[in-house]
């Protein structure tokens, strides 16, 4: 009597999980932007701010402008008297998203940008300096507009052969930097513009 029961019990079982995953996975709706997270888990809303050009803000949330692109005072050893980008005011672990679509073409440290990540979009290279050395791209990845392809990097970091940068400590930094930020610069045929002109 006892296995007459518990038989039809397991049959119901069976079948109440089975429509809870079938619902689930075919019933419930989500968001593309849910699939912009690097970890593979749903990531929190990111507010896109895209400029007239169609073009997306690098660091959501950031928008401050430590140093503009052109002559300038450099701010330390090694860094250029003319700035060949935007250096963006964000904190360490801040996300960094593609601007637009396009393919990952360099993702390594690069002297004085340090820990860096370049998108390409047809003739133009979008290049983010300073970033986590914790790479979420690779080169050859195709990602899409406000996708996260990175994080802003720390000020210090260590283990990298060659690196010719430190801080007044003697600490190995990120390139040429004082502290953490986003550098950002724009190339169009090979030859840096004002990413400003973009985000009109």
């Known amino acids: ?8 019990f397991k049959v119901l079982i ?12 075919f019933f419930i ?3 593309p932007d849910a699939f912009y997270s690097y970890d593979g ?4 809303n990111i507010v896109i701010d895209i400029s007239s050009s169609g073009y997306a803000w690098p660091s959501p949330g950031y928008t401050g402008i430590n140093s503009y692109f052109g002559y300038r005072t450099s701010p330390t050893a090694g860094a250029s008297s003319y700035h060949s980008g935007l250096d963006i005011a964000a904190p360490e672990g801040s996300k960094l998203i593609a ?3 396009g393919q990952i073409t360099f993702a390594s440290f ?8 370049t998108l390409t979009s047809g003739n133009i290279k979008f ?13 050859g990845d195709y990602v899409v507009q406000g996708q996260v392809i990175g994080y802003v ?6 283990g990298v052969k060659g690196n010719q940068y430190f801080d007044e400590n003697g600490n190995p930094t990120n390139g040429a930097t004082t502290g953490p930020h986003l550098h950002f610069g724009v190339r169009v045929n090979g030859e840096y513009i004002d990413p400003l002109t973009l985000f009109n």
């Open 153 to 158: 990097g720390p000020k210090n970091v260590y």
């Open 41 to 44: 888990s749903l990531s929190q």
């Open 99 to 101: 601007v637009t679509s």
């Open 110 to 117: 690069l002297g004085g940008g340090g820990y860096t990540i």
């Open 29 to 31: 709706p989500i968001s």
């Open 127 to 139: 290049t983010y300096c300073h970033v986590s050395p914790h790479y979420i791209v690779k080169v």
């Open 14 to 25: 069976f079948l109440i999980v089975f429509i809870i995953i079938f619902i689930s996975v």
């Open 1 to 8: 009597m006892s296995n007459g029961f518990f038989l039809p």
